[in-house]
Nanobody, 118 residues
């Protein structure tokens, strides 16, 4: 089965770090751009970061630049999001996504919750 499974979410304090992982199966992982999206309650889904198939390029939304790092291991078929210096506004459900044509999500994980509060 083609699927993405996230893990690593949880509760954190402002300034803390978390690392999200996403394991992929059922497709040629190394042939796709991958990304992370998030959605906070009452807000629209937004792209957090994406990474090219061979990890040559990464892209981040402005609000996470310098704090988050996207990476991938094409041998392990795993995508990561290292989140440092977390802020309350990072609170959201985070989704691992496969990107068709480098930009268009066509496969989603189930999501993992990240809560940042004092």
């Amino acid at each position: 089965q083609v699927q993405l499974v996230e893990s690593g979410g949880g509760a954190a304090r402002p300034g803390d770090s978390l690392r999200l992982s996403c394991t992929a199966s059922g497709f040629l992982f190394s042939a796709f751009f991958m990304g992370w999206y998030r959605q906070a309650p009452g807000k629209e889904r937004e792209m957090v970061a994406r990474i090219s198939d061979q990890a040559e390029r990464t892209y981040y939304r402005d609000s996470v630049k310098g704090r988050f790092t996207i990476s991938r291991d094409n041998v392990k078929n795993t995508l990561y999001l290292q989140m440092d210096n977390l802020r309350p506004e990072d609170t959201a459900d985070y989704y691992c996504v496969r990107l068709y044509g480098a930009y268009n999500p066509d496969l989603w994980g189930q999501g993992t919750q990240v809560t940042v509060s004092s």
